[in-house]
């Protein structure tokens, strides 16, 4: 989404298209979390907000992408297997609202059906967050970035039994 900042500007946006040919092999999806329910207390340095996903099919996960505007402080991507193993797959600590980053995972990740993924977010609507606008307001859900966002993206294909692409870091050895 665009934000206006109150100035006018030329945009130069491209979109490019590429048709694949014969049937497809596997189909790439990307799965949500989103919740515009969210309202952050004014003053509150370490607002806690979390979502889970239930995973209904075997699936190969390969990308997230955490989102929040500017009192995101931190945000973290956890899976829970059906045999109640956790693990973090994406951590970002020290969010930072100018670093919009998807992270791809260095191999991609074979999920079973019956896991959980969770995205667990923290806002800090204080004066500790040097580019919040106001941190006397109560900020709820918003499209503008002085609003915030609990937003997260993961992107993944059925696991039907394929094969994984090789280690990148290790084939470079």
């Known amino acids: 989404h665009y934000t206006a900042y109150g100035k006018e500007t030329t945009d130069q946006t491209q979109v490019g298209l590429y048709l694949a040919e014969g ?11 989103i919740d515009e ?10 607002f806690e907000w979390s979502q889970t996903r239930d995973i209904k099919e075997d699936i190969i996960l390969y990308a997230m992408n955490p989102h929040m505007h500017f009192r995101g402080k931190s945000m973290r991507f956890e899976l829970m297997t059906p045999d109640g193993n956790r693990e973090t797959l994406v951590s970002v600590p020290h969010y930072n609202f100018n670093w919009q980053h998807t992270y ?8 079973p059906k019956g896991s959980k993924l969770t ?3 923290v806002w800090d609507n204080s004066d500790r967050t040097p580019a919040n606008p106001d941190p006397s307001r ?8 002085f609003d915030e966002m609990f937003f997260g993206t ?14 990148l870091l290790s084939s470079l050895k």
């Open 138 to 145: 109560e900020v709820p859900w918003g499209e503008q970035s």
């Open 154 to 167: 993961y992107q993944f294909v059925r696991d039907q039994g394929q094969s994984l692409p090789g280690d």
């Open 23 to 33: 049937n497809l092999e596997h189909s790439f999806r990307t799965g949500l979390f």
């Open 37 to 46: 329910s969210i309202k952050i207390p004014p003053h509150d340095r370490a």
């Open 119 to 121: 995205l667990h977010a």
């Open 104 to 111: 791809v995972l260095q191999q991609p990740r074979r999920v």
